[in-house]
């Protein structure tokens, strides 16, 4: 039998029922979802035993349509604390900027900028074999938007992130003339906007 999360088929209605509990989803509602009788009797006893999919659950499906709409239920820091992924560095930067206020007059606005660089194992990710001795680890930088004050994930690859230096990890996912950015001239055009 099908069963469809986000118009994605799934065969197994016990990994639909995990995933509707890791996005918090009551029984009640997951109930509305099914109108065979059968299916509604097995989400009636069983859902609330079923344990919420976790993301290494979630690679390990074949499909990836279906690893897709399970990993878009996850925040990215669920996700790099279930993959166990390691701090490799974390730097601030103190900035000053003017900014303007909706009266239009001008302000200083202090803030920090800390970029952290973290590391995760390839088995982790279920690519040990082939791509192990490609990749041995995949690497990511967390920084905010002082802006939006949004947190942002950005994959770096190895060479970026061999140093363990993490303003030098996030300069490289700028470019000039197609060039990465090294870590002064990021700094260079960082403290430039401030």
Known sequence: MAYYVNRVKFEDLHIVMSIYKQQGRPKEEVLSFFSQAKNQQIVATQYDTVAPIQVKQALKLANVEQRMVVLRGFAPEIIAQQLDATLLDSQSIKKTQT????????????????????????????????????????????????????????????????????????????????????????????????
């Open 99 to 194: 900014r303007w206020g909706k009266d239009l007059k001008p302000y200083t606005h202090s803030y920090t900028d800390t970029y952290a660089l973290y590391k995760i194992a390839s088995e982790t990710l279920g690519l040990d074999g082939f791509w192990h001795w490609r990749e041995p680890a995949i690497y990511f930088v967390k920084c905010e938007c002082p802006s939006t004050d949004r947190l942002y994930y950005l994959y770096v690859p190895h060479e970026a992130a061999q140093n363990n230096d993490a303003i030098e990890a996030i300069a490289w996912t700028m470019r000039f003339n197609d060039q990465p950015l090294t870590k002064d001239q990021y700094l260079h055009l960082m403290y430039s906007e401030t």
